[in-house]
């Protein structure tokens, strides 16, 4: 049967992975801020930070005007702290403290809520070795405060970027730390002003008037179909008008597309950073995040990815696209279920939207549930005839619901549609063979063959097709072709048994069959093959 054309990837967290003792490093600690105002061990041992870490590092610190002046690693300590060591300052972080923010969006923010507040310490230059209580608290809420206006331009909402705060912070105040009501307020002044700023910066500059130079280059920009020709003409629009939002977002589009014409030389890196130089001056433009968010997800940064297409749809309920590129991110991280959610509000809000339903139905094909599939491919192709990869899945569900002509149908299509693309004549050999039509299914057979090269079960198929016609000497040398090409020696003797069995000559697989059931009695598939076979 055909092989599963599926593309959900499964996404390993790097945190879960055992860092290599090499890596250890023992770390004394005298002076530093723990979130959670837990008392902090006086010696850790510190590893490599994870790519996920480092990600959340970079977002944060892409959202905001200052250098980084911290070393970011992972270590055995309570939760996670900031702290100095001589002239050299350290953020350090559990892994199994993060892995938990893992499970709902809620908590994923908490995660980015503790990093951005020990961020905090650092860009502000905290002396973490004061011990002056007043001093010390005070450092905590102009952190908080700092955390609030990061994750607002991460596109936190109020509750979800003081999900650290109230998930973790002590009721009650602690010599170092404030009660959770100050830390909460303190959040929420930041978080508050960041709004407020961004909402002036909507209003103030970025715009370019109607006929000025910058303008007519961003106009040519728009009409031209060369990406690169459109960033050079994009390029010239920005260097008159530096504050140009439009340009950056057009530029950034452009540098994606050109993945469409030359996947090597794609920089999705170049597209992210016109993508946030646009959001820092329209912060309130959904597709300017869900772009981004492609772009991110293309580099595998997934988590970073997952926020701007929450800050998408945030943004716009309705926004089709975002939801299904929230499904990509979500079936990369082996979240299926809550892929389909994101799918079924994609079609809800746009029900001719192709692509989710392909999508959808790509994942109930994953499942095994080949009748669910093939209606969510029948909508896929209601909305687009020539969709080739739907109607590719869709012949292969129909192939292992056992449609067989049905499938043959989709297949001719689909080699219709691009003749140099087909490739499926194995798949469809093997559809022909179970409806009888054997002299079909060897012409499709040898021109896989033909296109391929050597292939074990090509033969092997091929073989029973020729056997039953009839052409028993052309079928042996297909058969020991098999054999050449495989080290699975029981397994293809059973197979090739069996479907001789299915297709009519009994006698002639029962010699396959004893020859395994000789060597290994117990296997299943040839016992209950022989069954048939005697029975006939």
Not at 47 to 71: C, D, G, H, T, W
Not at 79 to 104: H, P, Q
Not at 191 to 212: F, I, P, R, V
Not at 462 to 487: H, I, M, P, W, Y
Request: hydrophobic fraction near 40%.
């Amino acid at each position: 049967m055909k092989s599963i054309k599926i593309v959900l990837l499964r996404f390993v967290w790097v945190w879960a992975f055992p860092l290599p003792i090499c890596a250890q490093e023992a770390m004394t600690i005298q002076y530093s801020c723990n979130f959670a105002a837990a008392d902090t061990l006086p010696e850790v041992y510190t590893y490599e930070a994870s790519s996920e870490a480092k990600q959340i590092v970079e977002r944060i610190m892409q959202v905001n005007v200052l250098p980084q002046n911290f070393i970011i690693k992972s270590a055995d300590c309570n939760n996670a702290l900031a702290t100095t060591i001589g002239k050299r300052r350290f953020i350090l972080y559990s892994t199994a403290f993060l892995e938990n923010f893992k499970k709902e969006a809620n908590t994923q923010w908490a995660a980015w809520c503790v990093l951005a507040h020990e961020i905090g310490h650092h860009l502000s230059n905290h002396d973490l070795e004061t011990t002056d209580p007043k001093v010390r608290k005070q450092y905590e809420l102009e952190a908080d405060k700092f955390a609030g206006g990061i994750l607002f331009r991460l596109g936190a909402t109020l509750e979800e970027a003081q999900a650290g705060i109230n998930t973790f912070s002590l009721e009650t105040d602690s010599k170092t730390h404030p009660p959770k009501r100050a830390r909460l307020e303190a959040l929420a002044v930041g978080w508050k002003q960041a709004q407020e700023l961004a909402d002036a910066a909507e209003n103030t500059g970025g715009s370019a008037a109607a006929d000025s130079d910058e303008k007519k280059f961003y106009d040519r920009a728009l009409a031209e179909k060369d990406p690169y020709k459109a960033i050079e003409l994009l390029d010239q629009a920005i260097e008159l008008k530096e504050d140009y939002a439009d340009a950056y977002l057009e530029r950034g589009k452009r540098k994606v597309d050109i993945e469409n014409v030359d996947e090597i030389r794609v920089n999705f890196n170049d597209a992210i950073s016109d993508y946030s130089t646009y959001i820092s001056m329209r912060s309130k433009n959904p597709v300017a995040f869900a772009e981004r968010g492609y772009a991110y997800r293309r580099l595998d940064r997934d988590s970073l990815a997952l926020a701007d297409y929450n800050r998408a749809i945030r943004l716009d309920a309705k926004y089709a696209d975002a939801y299904l590129g929230r499904a990509w991110v979500k079936m990369k991280m082996d979240d299926s279920e809550a892929a389909l959610k994101d799918l079924d509000k994609a079609v809800q809000v746009k029900p001719d939207f192709a692509q989710a339903h392909y999508w959808h139905g790509n994942i109930r094909y994953s499942f095994g549930e080949y009748e669910k599939a093939i209606a969510d491919f029948d909508m896929a192709l209601k909305a687009d005839p020539d969709y080739f990869d739907a109607l590719d899945l869709r012949a292969a569900a129909k192939q292992f619901s056992n449609r067989f002509a049905e499938a043959v149908e989709d297949y001719n299509r689909l080699q219709s549609l691009d003749p140099e693309k087909f490739d499926s004549y194995l798949d469809r050999g093997k559809c022909y063979q179970s409806m009888g039509k054997h002299r079909e299914a060897i012409a499709d057979f040898d021109k896989f063959l033909e296109k391929k090269g050597p292939y074990a079960d090509a033969y092997l198929y091929r073989g029973v097709s020729k056997q039953v016609l009839g052409q028993k000497a052309e079928a042996d040398k297909d058969f020991e072709k098999v054999f050449e090409n495989t080290v699975l020696v029981g397994n293809s003797s059973v197979k090739i048994g069996c479907l001789l069995v299915e297709f009519g000559l009994p006698k002639e697989g029962l010699v396959w069959l004893d020859k395994v059931l000789a060597k290994s009695p117990d296997n299943r598939q040839a016992k209950e093959c022989r069954e048939k076979a005697i029975k006939k």
